[in-house]
């Protein structure tokens, strides 16, 4: 199911006909609130390491018919969903990441919550949480940890099993995965590092055997690199391709570029690139993809090494993606609404066409047409 589209997804789900250890139906929106926060933390404390939904508009009890949610007047939009989580006491003010899309099935509108996989389980209330259902006054407990074993949460009154706990802590504290799933949880912490600016080189402060190390030999550095975006700042050319290497026990088990920009002011990691074409002409936008070890390895590198002059150029035309999906999606976006590029009628913001004195006219048009590309992105693309 990894490739699939949302829609795709739930459809499948939809076609089980049973809901299951991270997928569960509902007929209408929520009556009560402590109801769909208790599905909420349960499915976030999911066993199965993986995203959970939660699918509105499918009636389990009259075999499983679509019931479009069109006129519910309960429905909550994501500001709604994320304000109702924001507003709950949660044990180190850490929540569940949720969103809500809405979907077209068979004429039906879907509504479909998602709660997104993490690894800081268990989400545990730091205070209860009472409301009521059918005018009886119902809790739910500080302190406890719910959860949902394959089709059914933990009662609200009750906690997990001790091996359910146990196993949702191990997933927090990275036990028992691979070095490769360990160096990336590692990574999604990036003020759990510590960096040596001499040694051009990073370490995780609780395993110091996981290292980032940059190569600055002079005769292993990248100069022949001319992207527009190492040419934008005040000192170009000084601002060269290393490697990086990520070793455990000094076994490598990651490689990359990182670059400094703007003099050395800035560490950034080299960004992904693609191109649209028509006929002979090639548009290259620049990107990361959300969660891959690249794009939290510059996340590492902006903390710890920000430029003080708060250099623009990464912030203007860098996209970064929610998903490998949303990158495939977006590259066919792209080609079939080419015109967006080249009609010469279309009205960019000034900013997006503002020149840059250190570029050439060749660096100056790349710069430009990323910076379209991440506006089209912005605008016309998430909007559709």
Same mark, same amino acid.
């Given at each position: ?11 499948? +789900? ?12 509902? @007929? ?49 939009? =994501?500001?709604? +969903? ?15 990441? #949720?969103? &809500?899309?809405?979907? +077209? ?14 690894? =800081?389980?268990?989400?545990? %209330? ?6 009521? /259902?059918? *005018?009886?006054? &119902?809790? +739910?407990? @500080? ?5 949902? /074993? ?23 504290? *990275? ?24 040694? *051009? ?19 292993? &550095? ?21 490697? $990086? ?32 074409? #028509? ?7 620049? !990107? ?16 710890? !090494? ?21 990158? &495939? ?10 015109? %967006? ?25 790349? $710069? ?15 909007? =559709?």
């Amino acid at each position: 199911m990894e490739n699939q589209t949302l829609k795709d997804k739930i459809t499948d +789900l939809i076609n089980h006909h049973f809901e299951g250890p991270y997928w569960d139906f509902k @007929a209408m929106w929520y009556q009560s609130n402590i109801s769909l926060l208790h599905d909420i933390i349960s499915m976030a404390n999911n066993l199965e390491n993986r995203d959970a939904y939660i699918i509105i508009g499918v009636d389990e009890d009259n075999n499983f018919q679509l019931d479009s949610r069109h006129d519910d007047i309960k429905r909550k939009n =994501n500001n709604e +969903l994320a304000s109702f989580l924001r507003d709950k006491k949660f044990f180190g003010t850490i929540r569940p990441y #949720v969103k &809500v899309d809405t979907l +077209l099935i068979h004429s039906a509108e879907i509504d479909v919550i998602t709660i997104k996989a993490s690894n =800081n389980t268990p989400f545990v %209330l730091s205070e209860d949480f009472t409301d009521t /259902i059918h *005018g009886k006054p &119902v809790k +739910l407990l @500080a302190h406890h940890v719910y959860t949902r /074993i394959n089709d059914s949460n933990t009662p609200k009154n009750s906690s997990a099993d001790m091996d359910k706990v146990e196993l949702l802590w191990r997933k927090r504290f *990275g036990i028992g995965l691979s070095i490769l799933e360990k160096m990336n949880l590692c990574l999604s912490n990036p003020n759990n590092w510590v960096y040596n600016d001499q040694l *051009g080189s990073f370490f995780y402060k609780y395993d110091p055997l996981l290292i980032l190390q940059i190569d600055r030999d002079m005769e292993n &550095v990248r100069i022949d690199r001319h992207e527009f975006y190492n040419m934008i700042a005040t000192d170009p050319q000084y601002d060269m391709w290393h490697d $990086y290497t990520i070793t455990y026990n000094a076994t490598t088990i990651f490689s990359g570029y990182a670059q400094y920009l703007d003099g050395g002011r800035e560490l950034r990691c080299v960004p992904a690139e693609k191109s649209v074409h #028509v006929n002979s002409h090639f548009y290259r936008y620049y !990107y990361f993809v959300e969660n891959t070890t690249n794009f939290m390895v510059d996340e590492l590198f902006k903390i710890h !090494y920000p430029n003080p002059y708060n250099y623009p150029s990464f912030r203007e035309f860098i996209i970064i993606f929610k998903s490998d999906n949303e990158l &495939v999606n977006f590259e066919e976006y792209m080609q079939k609404n080419i015109n %967006l590029l080249t009609d010469d009628s279309i009205v960019y913001p000034a900013n997006i066409l503002q020149n840059n004195y250190n570029l050439d006219d060749n660096q100056n048009q790349q $710069y430009i047409t990323a910076k379209k590309i991440k506006f089209i992105y912005n605008n016309s693309f998430l909007k =559709n």
